[in-house]
Every structure is written in structure tokens, then in C-alpha cells.
């Protein structure tokens, strides 16, 4: 028979520890590492007893362990995202799954997304007041929503007008009812849950309508991912059935919006405050360069990850992990932040110095920004290419004005943690606005969503 031992951690109850690490998570855990070391089990709600590890070793293993040994959480977003969720599946149905997603959103397939990223840059930066302060974070998250919706669900017109309306809601209140049980009885009109299922059936109405268009379109004239899903067969020669496709489409939309807009706004709250990188950036950007804006995208990302912990389940009758031995079912929480600000690993880690990344890909176990193993984010390189995109505009056409301030604190969103201020820039204005493409059904709707995106920051 196996002992089960688990690395130390704090005695406090379960409310508590949520508490506190609630309230302040990064700051949290390194108490927690700097008291206990680099493996600690914490007891929480939701997860409860908890192994949380910043050891690139042991990251390292559990990354390579398969499916069968350490798998997804059995608590993540696929509860409100749907059974065919990337998140809700595990093992082989996963893989199956993963196999059909991984092509388009890679190599010859994502160029043909970047005309439409420099689009949405361009429109949305038309709008950039100057000379005076104000929060890029509603920007980004309005440039990111607009470009998964039509790189990825190939909507245009009507449906992109009523996509924008209805997501943004709908994956706020998502992401909060993901960790809250779904009660048995009573939808009463006050029920979250129910306004949840009343926004999903809105949802599956206009992404059948987009199916049908899709399904009606020649070969070959349609490049987006939803086209792409509607030709991929599994091995077995079938097809994805139009459910998963609603509930991956929705997948990728909660994973890929949020994130990369956080992200982003953290790089505008950055470079304001290291004025050196960002005169390099510019000079670079206005002789035809790309290697050191991809360095400070990457160190941008070891600096502020947006996303804290990525999470497995021990699946196996038990997992050795370092020097413990964690029993089956046992949560093992990756903490992205500790890694990143481990001075063992990044020498000077509370130092923002993309150099630290040009001409060398960083460790795939040690930076780890996307998770990894068989559950690395699955739109990372097409997330690369809409900041490398998204910064090279804005670069191209604006100059930020540098900072004193302090820098912006950590704000959770539910998905991903942004720039308590919103990520707030002072811009003047380079050259003319290039003249952004129409979108005459967009236009309408832009207004209410300013509103909403505001609202969060
Ligand atoms: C800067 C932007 C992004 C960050 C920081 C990010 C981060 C992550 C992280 C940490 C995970 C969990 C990985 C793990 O458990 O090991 C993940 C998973 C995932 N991400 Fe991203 N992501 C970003 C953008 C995107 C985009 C643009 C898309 C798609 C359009 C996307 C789609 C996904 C999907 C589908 C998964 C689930 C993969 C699976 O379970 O196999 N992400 N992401």
C-alpha cells in the first residue's frame, strides 16, 4: 500500500485560507512558499485540500505525466461551457478533440487572421482620445472580442452585432457560476442559473444561424475556424456534431478574449513605466523589426501572467511528485506567479527586462504563461500574433507618454487578472489614422458595449 505524504502548509480553516488567498492571491503565495517552500498544500473551498507547486521539476513532471496519471480539474469552466468543451473533457475524447482544434489555429492559417486584427486595431485606435488619460483595457477587450469573432466564429454583420451584445454578459456571469453548485429546483426569476441558460439558448440560436451560412458557403471560400470545424473529421470519418462546435466556439472565446486584452493592457501599464524599452520598441517598429517587440511580449507575460494557477487531478491511485507521494484525486495547483518571480530561475525576476528574452526561446516548463503538457493553451501562437499585431499598431501610430506613477495593481476579473486601472495611458497621435475598413453593423452596437467593458475596469 502506498503513504500518502503531503507537503506542509498552513493550519488556518478552510474559509480562511480561501479568504485570504481570495483577497490577495499572488501576495498569498509567496507568504505561503516563503514559509513552507516551494511545494505547500493549502485547504480551500471548491478545490479543498490542494497541492500547490513551484518547482520547475516537479512542474516539468507533471506537464509530462499523461492523462491517465494527472488530468484536468474536475472543477473548471466546462460546467458552464458545455460537455463538448475543451475544458469538460478529458483523456481520450480530449485528445480526439485537441486533434481537430490544433490546426487552425497554427502556421499558414494564422496569417490569414492578421489582416483582420490590423483592422480592428485600426478602427478601435481611431477613437483614441489625445493628450489625455484614459484606461486601454475597454479597447483591447473590444479589439480581442471583435477578432475571435471573426477569425474564429466567422461572423459578420447581424450575427456579429448580437455576438457582441450577448457574449460579454454571458461569460462574465459564466465564469462566476463556474465554481457555485447548480441548485436542483427553483429557476426562479432570480436564479443566476437561469438567466445563464436563457443567455446559452440565445447563444445556440445565432451560432446555428452562422452554421447554416457556413454549411451554405463554396468550398474554400471561408477560412475561419468554425469553417474549418465543419470540414475536420475525426479518425473515424465523422464529423463534429453542432453542439460541441457551439460549445468549443464558446471555448475559445472565453479562453482567448479576456486573456489577451488583460494581457495587452498590462503591456501599454509596462512599457509607460520603462521608457528606455519603449523608445527601442518604437525605433524598431518604425524600421520594419519584430525580435525585441516578441521579447517584451514575452517578458510582459513572465512579469504579469494573467492567469494565476493552472490546475490538474491526480487520476492515477497516487502521483509522486518530488519528494511527496499525493493521492488519487488530490488537486495540484501550478503556480504560475511563483515560478516567474523565482530569482533562482529569472535572475533580477522583479526587473522588467525583455533582453533577458531576445534571441533566446524561453524554457517551455519555467515560462509558462499558457500551462502546458497536453493541456497547453490551445491558442497561444494565435494570441502571440494578435499582441504582436495589436503593440505594432498602436507603436506604428501612437506614442505612449512615459510614467512615474506606481505601478497598477493586480484586479481578478474572473477569467484573468488585469491592471486595476485599466492599464491607463496618455497618447499623441503619430501620423493620420490609416483609414480603417467600414463595418456598418458594428458601428450600431459599439456604444453599449464601451458601457459595459467600462464598467469592469
Ligand atoms: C495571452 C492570452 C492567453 C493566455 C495567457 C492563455 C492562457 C491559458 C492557460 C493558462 C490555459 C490552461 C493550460 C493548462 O492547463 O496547462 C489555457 C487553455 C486554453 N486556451 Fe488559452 N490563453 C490565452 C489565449 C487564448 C486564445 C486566443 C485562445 C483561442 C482563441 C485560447 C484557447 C484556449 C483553449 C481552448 C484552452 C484549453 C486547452 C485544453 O484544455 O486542451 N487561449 N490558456
Known sequence: MTTVTLP??????????????????????RRLRARYGDAFTVNVPVFGRAVVISNPADIKQLFLAGPEVADNLERNLGRVLGPGSMFALAGEEHRRQRRLLVPPFHGRRLAAYEKIVEDETVRELASWPEGRAFATLPSMMRITLNAILRAVFGAEGTEFAELRRLLPPFVVLGSRLAVLPVPRAGWGRWNPWARFRAMRSDYDAVVARLIARAE???????DDVLSLMLRSRYDDGSRMSHGDIADQLLTLLTAGHETTATTLAWAVERLRRHPEV???L???????GAAYRAATIIEVQRSRPVIDTVGRQVRAGSLRLGRWTLPRG?????????IHGDESVFPNARAFDPSRFLGAKPDLYQWIPFGGGTRRCLGAAFATMEMDVVLRTMLRDFSLVPTRARGERWHSRGVASAPANGGRAVVHRRRAPHAAPPEAATTASRTGQEDRCAGHV
Request: aromatic residues 4%.
Open 282 to 288: 518604437t525605433g524598431e517598429v518604425d524600421a520594419g
Open 216 to 222: 451554405g458557403s463554396a468550398p474554400g471560400e471561408r
Open 330 to 338: 488530490c488537486p495540484v495547483l501550478v503556480s504560475i506567479s511563483l
Open 8 to 29: 506542509p502548509g498552513p493550519p488556518a480553516p478552510r474559509l480562511v485560507q480561501g479568504a485570504f488567498l481570495l483577497a490577495a492571491p499572488q501576495y498569498g503565495m
Open 278 to 280: 519603449l523608445r527601442r
